[in-house]
């Protein structure tokens, strides 16, 4: 039982580094005006440490390595709505692949299948929040003007949708062939 947990920890923290290290070294910045979005893989990540870890762990590792990667590239006044935003797609990618049944004996099509309809259904929900959410973030907190509030979430919906395209995609590839290398390793909790 110990030896779960650690496993589970030590995959959690692994999460959260190649969280940051997607976001810090993989990503194309858009600058608009003052502010700054930009396209990188994080989100990816989230949903392979949902996936793994299940939506709450996976969840909180991907949202703590993206928030510190937003903190750390100078994102700063977005990393509180990353954290959130990221949790939320970590917990319904994992609540959609408990749902779809995690079992021993599901094949590799069955995983491709687990991992395309949990990184839809998490990242499907961040490009409909994300832009909803960080125009009221940046009126009502940060006290960014609406119009500029409007002009920015418009932008960052674009990049949201770009994010997420790539992110199903890489999920989908790279999920089947982790979850086979773990089990035959022993390294799948659930």
Not at 72 to 84: E, R, V
Not at 107 to 130: M, P
Not at 167 to 173: A, D, H, L, M, P
């Given at each position: 039982?110990?030896?779960?947990?650690?496993?589970?920890?030590?995959?959690?923290?692994?999460?959260?580094?190649?969280?940051?290290?997607?976001?810090?070294?993989?990503?194309?910045?858009?600058?608009?005006?003052?502010?700054?979005?930009?396209?990188?893989?994080?989100?990816?990540?989230?949903?392979?440490?949902?996936?793994?870890?299940?939506?709450?762990?996976?969840?909180?590792?991907?949202?703590?390595?993206?928030?510190?990667?937003?903190?750390?590239?100078?994102?700063?006044?977005?990393?509180?709505?990353?954290?959130?935003?990221?949790?939320?797609?970590?917990?319904?990618?994992?609540?959609?692949?408990?749902?779809?049944?995690?079992?021993?004996?599901?094949?590799?099509?069955?995983?491709?299948?687990?991992?395309?309809?949990?990184?839809?259904?998490?990242?499907?929900?961040?490009?409909?929040?994300?832009?909803?959410?960080?125009?009221?973030?940046?009126?009502?907190?940060?006290?960014?003007?609406?119009?500029?509030?409007?002009?920015?979430?418009?932008?960052?919906?674009?990049?949201?949708?770009?994010?997420?395209?790539?992110?199903?995609?890489?999920?989908?590839?790279?999920?089947?062939?982790?979850?086979?290398?773990?089990k035959r390793s022993d390294l799948i909790n659930w």
């Open positions: 039982m110990k030896n779960k947990k650690m496993i589970r920890l030590t995959q959690c923290a692994l999460i959260a580094a190649l969280a940051y290290i997607a976001f810090q070294f993989l990503r194309i910045d858009i600058p608009v005006g003052t502010e700054r979005t930009a396209i990188h893989l994080g989100n990816a990540v989230v949903v392979l440490g949902a996936l793994l870890c299940g939506g709450a762990w996976g969840g909180l590792a991907g949202a703590l390595g993206l928030t510190l990667a937003d903190v750390t590239a100078g994102y700063l006044t977005s990393a509180p709505k990353t954290f959130i935003l990221k949790m939320v797609i970590g917990l319904i990618a994992g609540g959609i692949a408990g749902k779809l049944g995690k079992t021993e004996k599901k094949t590799a099509a069955e995983q491709t299948r687990v991992a395309l309809l949990s990184s839809v259904a998490g990242l499907g929900v961040n490009v409909f929040l994300d832009p909803i959410f960080g125009y009221f973030y940046k009126t009502y907190l940060i006290g960014t003007p609406q119009d500029l509030a409007k002009t920015l979430a418009k932008i960052g919906s674009a990049a949201t949708l770009v994010n997420a395209i790539a992110s199903v995609i890489v999920v989908t590839v790279v999920w089947p062939a982790l979850y086979s290398a773990l």
